[in-house]
């Protein structure tokens, strides 16, 4: 039965017409399929419409009759064809719609034979997919194989794409890519490739880059599966051929990078080294479309991240650097982000690529820029970009010195909420302390030393590891008022916690940063007189605790360092605990162990000092000659010099001359 509509102009109002809004609920099927066609027709391409039709509570309504299977098929139809417009809205349109259950009513809708119903309930969970919100929702296992079975060789075009796009949304995690793989996504995603239809492929090979991240169990049987007989990679290499589509050249390219990273394809591989690098340095370029260029040096900077080689490669390749240079001139922030990971990619290990990157003009004044923008991204890629730099000891000396990059860091360490920026900007600010960095005087005096040692007190390890690593940078040959600094903004407990902090990296760094504050000599003696006996107690506790012999090497090495000073050693030869903790340690089964404790002992008996009879009598009656002795048979090169070092000192005291 034919039925009439009432004209639907792009000016009218759901709110101006409730008599379309009541016939929604109306027990005549044509007139509430006429509502639901002028709702659709109204909300799309308006958020403030969308905004309208759900504040009326009309989406519990269009999910009642999607549902409904007594429902007209036109009805439920318009209805998942509604809720899909409804999809493209705001963020909290979304999360209303998935807290509704759409997601789920929609997967039970797939499992009825009406192709048209099927088809409109497909499209909606592909546009409810892309959507931040909903893409956090997890798929079961049969739901995951039930949308698989709608990418079938037999099935339409528009279905394969439907699921492949769902897919790639659909794994998140690595626990997500093991079940899509379990069920044989991959394979299915792989023989899709054959479609001669970039609708399909592109979202098809989406789907695998989205399978493989991170993973390399998965990544393997991608990299093992074939398309006509020719395995992925292979398959893959074809598509970034200048003469494909920009977006599939870009999602290919995106692929092979995944699949490298998680193992699959070594970096030495000919498709990485000559296919899929040099495509991506070539969609860098100018003459393409700005988000091009921002997808290509965000896919480079990932594949070059950890690779020496492939560094250089792309950093002498086809003017690239000129051409990050200028993403970073774009308005987009996806673009400026691009290119400033791609330049800390690349200058991540070498020191002439650091150095064309920052000679590069007007580069360090878009970083510095960069830190200081309002959009919390870009100041993350810019920081990251900073500390990748700030790796060269030159610049640290010059370029940074004449930009002051430490004011803008320092101003994110105290502004910054991001646990993610935070440690971005105090991995930086590490280096920047470094002995040789003009920028540590200044720094000191704006407040710096305080600054570190709050974030040693941070909950998140690697703040705290920041925090004591940098404390550690600055304690390096520092002067003695810098370093009584140190000591009085962490204090004596925070000390203790950091030496017992659950994080190895963060106790080895406290105990860098003692073995720093306690040297050189002529610092020892004054260290240890203001600050002796918490050393001393720290120094145990560590030796105490169930350690790593690499540990309690460090442990050993501040005892080395106070062994040196000529009063500070009296806080080791007082201490009975210790010493003996000294020879026992001379017999461990670990070399460096005996190694330092050997050392430790040639300091403390170091001939011509003032005590050193009474120190060398004192450990002779200890046994420590006899067992010095006993190491001469030792077949480690540096511990037998210690060892004879050390003999040397007691040697006016032995009644026997050692022959070495």
């Known amino acids: 039965m034919l039925f009439e509509m009432q004209p639907f102009t792009a000016f009218m109002n759901v709110e101006s017409s409730r008599s379309y809004v009541d016939d929604l609920y109306s027990q005549d099927p044509n007139k509430c399929l006429a509502s639901i066609v002028c709702i659709k027709n109204s909300v799309i391409g308006s958020n403030r419409q969308k905004e309208s039709v759900i504040a009326q509570g009309i989406v519990p309504r269009l999910i009642y009759l999607l549902k409904d299977k007594t429902t007209k098929v036109a009805v439920r139809i318009e209805a998942a064809v509604t809720i899909g417009s409804l999809a493209k809205g705001t963020e909290d349109h979304i999360e209303l719609l998935v807290n509704c259950g759409c997601i789920e009513i929609l997967l039970e809708v797939l499992e009825e034979n009406e192709p048209r119903l099927v088809d409109a309930c497909l499209c909606c969970l592909r546009t409810l997919s892309q959507q931040s919100y909903s893409s956090t929702r997890k798929y079961s296992l049969a739901n995951l194989q039930k949308l698989l079975n709608f990418a079938g060789p037999k099935e339409s075009l528009q279905r394969q794409s439907c699921v492949a796009t769902i897919i790639s949304f659909a794994c998140k995690s690595a626990a997500e890519q093991n079940a899509l793989c379990s069920v044989g996504a991959h394979s299915i995603l792989a023989s899709l490739l054959a479609i001669q239809n970039y609708s399909v492929r592109i979202p098809v090979v989406t789907s695998l880059a989205s399978m493989c991240w991170n993973n390399q169990v998965v990544a393997n049987e991608i990299s093992n599966a074939s398309c006509k007989d020719i395995k992925i990679p292979n398959f893959l290499a074809t598509l970034i051929s200048r003469d494909r589509p920009i977006e599939m050249q ?13 193992g699959a394809i070594q970096a030495y591989d000919p498709i990485i080294t000559y296919r899929t690098l040099p495509c991506l340095v070539r969609l860098c370029q100018v003459e393409h479309l700005e988000t091009h260029r921002a997808v290509a040096a965000d896919t480079l900077a990932y594949l070059t991240e950890v690779d020496s080689d492939l560094q250089q490669v792309a950093a002498i390749s086809n003017q690239l650097v000129s051409a990050l240079v200028d993403l970073l001139k774009c308005s987009s922030v996806a673009a400026r982000q691009a290119a400033f990971r791609a330049f800390a990619s690349l200058g991540a290990n070498d020191e002439d690529i650091r150095k064309r990157i920052i000679d590069t003009k007007c580069l360090m004044d878009r970083v510095v820029d960069g830190l200081g923008d309002e959009n919390k991204d870009i100041r993350l890629a810019a920081v990251r970009c900073l500390h990748s730099l700030s790796r060269s000891v030159q610049q640290l000396r010059t370029t940074f010195q004449d930009h002051s990059v430490w004011r803008p860091l320092m101003t994110l360490l105290t502004e910054s909420p991001s646990t993610e920026l935070l440690t971005a900007a105090s991995s930086a600010l590490c280096n920047l302390l470094l002995e040789f960095s003009p920028a540590k005087e200044p720094m000191i005096q704006q407040g710096v030393v305080q600054l570190l040692a709050t974030l040693t007190s941070q909950s998140d390890p690697s703040l705290r590891l920041n925090g004591v690593w940098a404390l550690m940078n600055l304690a390096f040959q520092a002067e003695q008022r810098v370093k009584s600094q140190i000591l009085t903004a962490l204090g004596t407990d925070q000390i203790f916690r950091l030496l017992a902090d659950s994080d190895t990296r963060v106790l080895m760094k406290t105990l860098g940063l003692l073995r720093n504050l306690v040297s050189p000599r002529t610092h020892t003696d004054t260290m240890m007189a203001l600050h002796g006996p918490q050393v001393m107690q720290g120094v145990v506790l560590v030796l105490e605790g169930p350690h790593t012999p690499e540990v309690k090497e460090q442990a050993l090495c501040i005892l080395g360092n106070i062994a040196d ?83 040397t000192q007691f040697a006016d005291r032995l009644a026997v001359e050692y022959i070495f």
């Open 565 to 647: 000073g000529e009063r500070a050693r009296d806080h080791i030869m007082s201490n009975e605990d210790v010493l003996k903790k000294l020879i026992d340690y001379m017999t461990h089964p670990a070399p460096c162990l005996q190694e330092s404790a050997v050392f430790c002992i040639n300091n403390l008996t170091r001939r011509g000092e003032p005590g050193a009879i009474e120190r060398q009598t004192r450990l002779k009656d200890l046994g420590v000659v006899n067992i010095l002795q006993q190491l001469l048979s030792t077949s480690d090169t540096i511990l037998f010099n210690r060892v004879k070092a050390a003999l």
């Open 250 to 262: 870009l999602e290919a390219a995106r692929c092979l990078t995944n699949l490298h990273r998680a």
